[in-house]
């Protein structure tokens, strides 16, 4: 399905900014700030507020997944298994803030321990910061 279908799917009006956002955040390696997708749309007439609204109204909807890493900023990234992204946990570098994707099997949690949806945060160095 694409961008379009999937906003009427969700019941939300096909805009230019939400295109824009869906896009950015198909085309980004790992999860986005707020100020990370408002800065890579700058040139498309979307200020700050309006980014945040969508990603708001995005997340509302279920098409966009939001997440807290442990340092008070949210990330945004497609949802999984809407746009062809799976559930997988996260690495936050304490030093560069840089947040990677790690695959959906490189953690196991055992299904004792929790129930419904789990979101994974690892923090730590990576390699660059080591």
């Known amino acids: 399905m694409d961008l379009r279908e999937q906003l ?6 096909v805009t230019s900014g939400r295109l824009s956002v869906l896009r ?3 085309r980004a390696k790992g999860p986005m700030s707020h100020a990370e997708v408002a800065e890579r ?7 700050k507020v309006t980014v945040w609204r969508i990603l708001v ?3 509302e909807v279920g098409l966009v997944d939001r997440s807290n ?9 497609l949802r999984s298994g809407s746009l062809g992204h799976d559930p997988h946990p996260h690495f936050t570098c304490l030093v560069c803030k840089t947040v990677t994707c ?9 299904p004792r321990i929790v129930r419904g949806v789990v979101d994974v945060q690892i923090t ?7």
Request: hydrophobic fraction near 30%; glycine fraction near 16%; proline fraction near 5%.
């Open 57 to 59: 109204a995005l997340t």
């Open 24 to 26: 950015e955040l198909g």
């Open 41 to 47: 749309l700058e040139g498309e007439s979307l200020d």
């Open 8 to 13: 009427r799917a969700a019941k939300l009006k």
């Open 102 to 110: 790690l695959p959906h099997d490189s953690v196991r949690i055992p």
């Open 69 to 77: 890493g442990g340092d008070g900023t949210w990330r945004f990234e």
């Open 124 to 130: 730590g160095r990576c390699e660059k910061c080591g």
